[in-house]
């Protein structure tokens, strides 16, 4: 995966911010909102692509469109920086393969101690109550 070819397939769009900050959110467009086309990227090849659209399936639009938004910072491009940074975040966590789980089944030993655990605890509780007058 080639991150510089990727960073030049994104489309940027800085809109006005929501939130606290006065005159100058009304103002400055410092929000920055990333779109990323999986289907159409040059860099990705078909495997990829398929990849990613399984694992960030959530995450895409119905045109496969990976939409993330950015207004932690008042600087618009501070905003791109921290869009660009999360974006390759998001892409190498979706191509990341995960190992499936093996199922075990819990040892004899833990087994006992939950159950010693549990009969202590329910002792704990009885010794708790009123003592019945029968």
């Known amino acids: 995966m080639n991150t ?3 960073i030049k397939e994104l ?3 800085a809109t006005r ?3 606290a900050g006065g005159q100058h959110v009304n103002k400055v467009s410092s929000k920055i909102v990333l ?3 999986v289907l159409n990227s040059n860099t990705l090849i078909e495997d990829e692509k398929e990849l990613l659209l399984k694992s960030l399936k959530t995450k895409l639009t119905k045109e496969n469109v990976l939409i993330l938004n950015c ?3 008042r600087s618009q491009h501070k905003n791109k920086e921290i869009a660009i940074a999360r974006f390759l975040k998001v892409i190498s966590e979706g191509l990341t393969i995960k190992r499936p789980r093996k199922a075990t089944k819990p040892s ?3 087994i006992k101690k939950r159950l010693e655990k549990k ?3 329910a002792l704990k509780k009885t010794n708790r109550k009123k003592p019945s007058m029968d």
């Open 4 to 6: 510089e070819k990727l």
């Open 11 to 13: 489309t940027f769009k």
């Open 17 to 19: 911010s929501s939130g």
């Open 35 to 37: 779109f990323f086309d």
């Open 71 to 73: 207004d932690e910072s």
């Open 108 to 110: 004899r030993v833990s």
């Open 119 to 121: 009969s202590k605890q």
